[in-house]
């Protein structure tokens, strides 16, 4: 790079969508407690899973009449379960903004073939929530992790709708406040905000939801992973930490020492208030830049954790080749890890502002991404 680098370096520069930075000063040794070798339905797994539902429910503050159970495959097992469990009863509204939204479409539409109302928006919008029909269950993503746009809040879901409504919240629970009232079904994984290993994914379902797994019977089989149900009635153990399938202890543990993290800060307003801090300091740092914008249009619903910028400047050739090769000069420097766009999303960088975020590190970070910037500008000169 032609110019001075900036002076200052994040002191993490793990700025990825997932999984994301651990928590600050995070040490293998915090895992020391474990119960490796163990079985988890032993008294002490059975223990650490149940604490584990209990720790989400008190930093979540998620009411005490909602399920929580800890399901396979992530974030996506979580809506998969709900989604061929729940959906059938009455008609579905599949909202979509970007690219995990459209895959819940996929599913719903060509997999579980129902005849959906489908409403899309494209990637820094969300759709108009007053043409939804609340009476139809809705599926929607809260925040778009690969378009770095949220719902802004609840307020459109009416309190008396008839249908269900299926939220994937998993790159805003813990750093978003979740409306649990207007939310029957919420799934996310803990690799996201809270920094967790993959593989394990959290749904929580309202009385409402659970009303609806007793009462229907959906019309295709359901694989063994998926059953909630037994003889019409929920199987309690799994929202109690009898899991359907076997869980890592190791990641468990990695989650109880994340959410006991997120207790000492102060708890869900603490992790709430250090996301905004991280996605302000994006956002003070573009404003008024000509070369830089938010891919977000409307700041109401603007990411404050997947924050997607996209580069503006006229002399840029070949977006997407331009947006990767920034991307590859920040690696390079070290300054930011797997700080790319989603690979379906229109070219840019996404900055992951999420809760174990340090605010300064995104700071730092900034002015190297404008270094970065100029010197691929000069270098497509002198390739031109």
Same mark, same amino acid.
């Given at each position: 790079m032609g110019k001075t680098a900036p002076a200052a370096r994040p002191a993490n520069p793990r700025f990825s969508s997932g999984p994301c930075a651990k928590i600050p000063n995070f040490s293998?040794?915090?895992?020391?407690?474990?119960?490796?070798?163990?079985?988890?339905?032993?008294?002490?797994?059975?223990?650490?899973?149940?604490?584990?539902?209990?720790?989400?429910?008190?930093?979540?503050?998620?009411?005490?009449?909602? /399920?929580?159970?800890i399901v396979p495959a992530s974030d996506t097992g979580a809506v998969e379960m709900a989604l061929w469990s729940l959906l059938g009863a009455r008609k579905a509204e599949m909202?979509?903004?970007?690219?995990?939204?459209? +895959?819940?479409?996929?599913?719903?539409?060509?997999?579980?073939?129902?005849d959906a109302v489908v409403r899309k928006a494209d990637y820094g919008k969300i759709v108009d929530f007053a043409q939804v029909d609340f009476d139809n269950d809705v599926v929607f993503t809260w925040n778009g992790t690969t378009s770095g746009v949220r719902v802004p809040n609840g307020d459109a879901i009416p309190a008396d709708r008839a249908g269900l409504t299926i939220c994937d919240a998993t790159s805003a629970a813990f750093a978003m406040e979740l409306p649990f009232d207007k939310l029957d079904v919420v799934t996310?994984?803990?690799?996201?905000?809270?920094?967790?290993?993959?593989?394990?994914?959290?749904?929580?379902?309202?009385? /409402?939801?659970?009303? /609806?797994?007793?009462?229907?019977?959906?019309?295709?089989?359901?694989?063994?992973?998926?059953?909630?149900?037994? +003889?019409?009635?929920?199987?309690?153990g799994i929202f109690k930490g009898e899991t359907i399938n076997t869980p890592s202890m190791l990641c468990v543990e990695d989650y109880l020492v994340a959410l006991k993290w997120a207790q000492s800060l102060g708890g869900r307003k603490a992790l709430v208030a250090r996301a905004e801090a991280n996605a302000k300091a994006v956002r003070d740092f573009i404003a008024g830049k000509d070369w830089i914008a938010d891919l977000a249009e409307d700041p109401a619903t603007a990411s404050t954790t997947s924050v997607c910028l996209k580069f503006t400047?006229?002399?840029?050739? @070949?977006?997407?080749?331009?947006?990767?090769?920034?991307?590859?000069?920040?690696?390079?420097? +070290?300054?930011?890890?797997?700080?790319?766009?989603? /690979?379906?999303?229109?070219? +840019?960088?996404?900055?992951?502002?999420?809760?174990?975020?340090?605010?300064? @590190?995104v700071a730092a970070l900034m002015p190297w991404i404008e270094h970065a910037f100029e010197a691929e500008i000069e270098a497509q000169a002198e390739v031109a």
């Open positions: 293998l040794d915090m895992l020391a407690d474990a119960p490796l070798g163990r079985s988890h339905r032993a008294a002490v797994g059975k223990a650490k899973l149940a604490e584990a539902i209990d720790l989400t429910r008190d930093v979540l503050g998620v009411p005490a009449d909602y /399920r929580i159970g909202l979509a903004w970007e690219s995990f939204g459209e +895959g819940w479409v996929t599913d719903v539409v060509k997999q579980l073939k129902l996310f994984s803990w690799q996201k905000v809270l920094g967790g290993e993959g593989a394990h994914g959290v749904l929580i379902l309202s009385p /409402r939801a659970v009303e /609806r797994l007793e009462s229907h019977t959906p019309a295709w089989p359901l694989p063994k992973i998926f059953r909630m149900t037994k +003889g019409g009635k929920l199987i309690e400047d006229p002399r840029i050739r @070949d977006g997407a080749a331009f947006a990767k090769a920034v991307a590859k000069r920040l690696e390079k420097e +070290g300054v930011a890890l797997d700080a790319g766009a989603y /690979r379906d999303a229109p070219p +840019g960088l996404r900055i992951w502002c999420g809760s174990t975020v340090e605010t300064a @590190d």
